[in-house]
């Protein structure tokens, strides 16, 4: 399809009838955190949500490591931000619902498909990716922290879901470990494994990953 | 403005800019959560692709298959191993990821 389209000042399509975008369904700042239980080794912030939560998006701070995790609460529509505090953490969910549940504006623009549904609404903040970046899965399996940069300032990271099982370490018990991000400055941030359940029964044989091939981070802004 | 499209809200904040790209969705699949395997999807090949997950099914432990997508459209996924508890065997290993939603969004396909 080459009209019925809007696409940006390189090429690039933004929004057509073909294709969904991927809507903001809420935005705010995590303040209210649980502790993980046995040695409180990280906290969370559960999401609950009558949507299919589909990105975690956050801004970490300099203090703690976090991410965002969809699914692994059970139940419907849930995610949370893990971090290895209790700082408070700005967010933005994502859904790919978000048109369908929004209603429409009295103003400004909307578009629909020949299904007549929706696919942008300008009272929707569409998910804006500025960048990737492919992050060395090899030093993060060898247990290393790697530093990205990027040149948007202060942006929200999406980190996929992951985790590791390993009973070495020096510790008594076995643990779970998450690769989070942790800001440096404005235009660097660090990814780094940080533990979040030490358990005194768990077995591993050996250590176990869970780390996407590849891992890719995205960088978005509102 | 020499290209492009700029939309604002109703409350004047610019929505959409020109320089601005959009994540679109282009490939969507349910995997059971004992799976593996890869597959290339074309769409996704050059496109800055980026992967996310949700659970497929409700009720369970939420724990979505690890999942990653390459810059040339190769997808690949994998079940996650974590501790479960019977009272007849106590804690052991197994598959604990559940049937997952896969979503592949692209930020840059050119008209």
Known sequence: MNYGLVAG?????????NRKLLGLQEHGFASNWTAISYENLAYYHLFDSDYVITAIAIKPTTSTIALGRVGTHGGQYTGDILQSGTATIEYALYSSDANDIHGIPSYGL???NANQEVVFNSDIHYLKIVDIIDVNRSRLLNWESVTIEHDVENPFYIIPNNQAHTPYMGWPWSRFLSLGIQ???ATSA???WFPFIAH????TSTERFAVPT???IAICVL | MDFGCRIWDED????LNTADYTARLVYSTIKAGDSSGSEYVAEADGTKPFVMVAPASTGGSGNCLTVGVTEWG???WEPMIGTLYDPEHGYYEAIVSEETLILIYVCDEKI
């Open chain 1, 9 to 17: 000042i390189n090429r690039n399509i933004q929004f057509d009838t």
């Open chain 1, 110 to 112: 909307v578009t629909y």
């Open chain 1, 183 to 185: 800001k440096i400055n």
């Open chain 1, 190 to 192: 660090k990814i780094s």
């Open chain 1, 200 to 203: 005194p029964n768990a077995p």
């Open chain 1, 214 to 216: 590849p891992f890719r």
């Open chain 2, 12 to 15: 004047g904040n610019l929505i």
């Open chain 2, 74 to 76: 190769t997808l690949t």
